[in-house]
Each structure stands twice: as C-alpha cells, then as structure tokens.
C-alpha cells in the first residue's frame, strides 16, 4: 500500500464515521460547531466567553482537542461549560473516531449547541469532517494579514470566519480589509465577524448568529 | 500495511535522507537551522531581520515551506536575504526530501547560515528532521503562556526557545516566568531568548548565539 492509499482509506473511514455523527447530531437537534485555527488565535476563551453569554438561555458543551494536558477542559469548566478533554498523545487534529468515543464517555445530558475545539493547527484539521453542521475558522489580529491565502484550505471550507484579538488592532501591523477580501476571494458568501473576548466587542454579534443557526438546526429535527 | 507501518516507513525514509544532508552541511561547514513556531508567530519577520543585521558579515540564505503562495520568500528576498520557496500543496510540515530537492534548485552559492523556516505549525514538524544543527522553537507573547506544556514535543526539542513580540506583553495577558519555567522543564539546559522584530529588543543577543554557532560550525567543518 502506498502512502497516497493509506491516506485516502483513512479519510474514507473518516468520512463514514462523520457521516454516523452527522446523522445522530441532525435527529437530536444539536448544531455541532468545529472550531479551527492556530494555536493561540483564542479558541478557549471565546468559548469560555459563549457560555457565560448563553447561560440561562441555551445548553452548551464542549469537545476539545490537545496533543497534551487538560487545560482547556479545565479552563471551560471553570467558565460553566461542560468540557471533555481528547489528549490525542501527538495526533495533530481531532478526527471522527476520537468524537465518537469522547460522546460514548462525555456526560452532557441533552446540549443545544455542541463546539468541538480543535488541536491548534491551521493545516490538518480541516482536512477532517467531524459531523459538525458548521464550520468556523479563528484569525487572530497577532498573527498578520498574510494567513488567508497562505492556508486557503480551511478559509475556503469556513462557514464563518472569526477575527479575534480585534482589540490589540493597534497595537499590531494587520491590514483588515485586506484580511476581509482575501477570506472573501476564498469563500463567498461566507460570513465574517470580528471580536474581542477581552472588550466584548462583536460578542453580541456571533452569540446572535449561533442562536439563529440552533434555531434552524431545531427546526429540522422537528420538520 | 497499517497505518502505523506506512507512518514508520515515511519517517524512517526522512531519518535517511536527513543523514545525507546532515553529512553535506557538515562538509561544508553551513550551520543550518530550522524553525518551528505557530502561524502568525514571526518567523519571516525574524529572519528578515537577521538578515539586515548580519548584512556583510555571514552569508544567510533561507528555505521557506508553505502550504500556498510564496509571499515569505518574497519578503525575504525584499529584505536582501537569498530565499527558495517550497510550497507543499497541502502538506503540514517540511520533509528532509522537500529539502533535497529545493537546494537541487536553489541558487545560493556559499552559505554561513542557512534557514529552514518550517511550514507554520508546531506539531507535525517536530517529527521530521531536515539534517539541521539546531532546532528553534518560536513562540508569540500574544499565543498565551499555556503553550509549551500543551506541545511538550516541539519544546522538548528545540535547542534554542525564542519568545517573539516582547514589545506587546503590556497589551496581552501572559504569564512570562510560567512559560520560561515550563521551557526549562522541558528542555533542561536549553536555551532562551527574548525578542521584538518591532523594537529590536534581543535581536543582538540571538544574532550573537547564531554567531557563535556558525564559529563552532566553521571550525568542525576544518577540523
């Protein structure tokens, strides 16, 4: 067998996994969100800022991925959100196996609106469907304005694309409308939202954006 | 073959063509480093810098692999520093193959101090040697301080730790004597050094440690 084979059987079986989770997420009514971006752009604190907004009003949990420790499991269940840790001991993306078995331990109850937290990479995760509904890719104004084209895989593949950190926008050399049209060159159509998990700013916005897509995601279950 | 044989096979092919290069180096006496950091962590800006600093005393040259574009090869050329770009289509990481065939094509002439600049990533390129001396890790004051125990293997690694954008710790939450401890915990003995591309803090200390490298590397290579 060679390498392009064994790549491609592995996606295979990825794919059908996904396909099972899919299934399972669209018949409960939860809206399954992958979260994709570099190490550092703000996943976990974000989430952690999404619960403390939802609180009271939707059901959140959260899968997250880390090649080593639980600190972002830790962090989010401090903030109030049901976390469970997938230490892939190296592995550089969560795929839909691990979901699988993380569900079959995880005790969440019934959840409106399930993240999965990727391992921090830009690359490989994207390359892996994990049933979500809804793909989001993080871009944090620290890490400059050259990442779109330089990783269009998953900029292509984002439903939504999250600018973060937009508070440091002084601080830091970022063109933003540049930023904006290369993510549009490579998604039309797609959405784009910038905020700050230290000011608050754009919070609003994305929690908006989410509830209307749980709502849509109820709506199917129930139609 | 399973999977783990088909990653087995890859990795020990690498660990040859690695060899071969390391012995070329050598022989040479070019003292070849690799740096590994996150997307968005500085690496380009780095050595753009580097090469204004040591403009007329070493000879630098630059190996860049992305996934798309060759927008640092560009910049590394504006900044007077002889680079060759690798774009991997997709692939996560540079391998000692990548680099065989780049420095066919690459024309550099003779070298004191040659970079691989890794795809941005700090997990699957800690994996793949590229017959480098020396192994940098970057890591961005703006990724947060949880980062070297969530990729213990790159920090573990990495002769050399360079924390990046020293300049904005007043405008980020980052806990600097944590992560310096946990890079010593990793990496006994390794070494750390503090920078900002923006102020030039800490640029003439690592040029003086690439400095003296280069020396010990000379001077391996004529005895």
Redesign the interface.
Known sequence: ?T?VD?RQ??LAANATAAASLRERFVRAGTLVVNLIS???SGKTTLLCTLAKHFAGSLRLAAIVG????E?DADRMRAAGLPAHQIVTG?C?HLDARMVEKALAQAVFGDVDLLFFEN??????PANYDLGEAFKIVLL?T???A??P?????IFSKADLAVLT?ID?LP??PFDLPAVLEEIRTLRPGGRIVQVSSTTGAGIDELARLLAAEVGQCKRTANG
Chains 1, 2 share one sequence.
């Open positions: 067998m390498t064994a059987q592995i570099s190490p550092g880390d090649i080593a420790t600190r190296g550089c391992v921090g990479n830009l690359v490989c944090s620290t890490e400059g050259d990442k084209f330089k990783y269009p895989g950190k440091l601080h830091v």
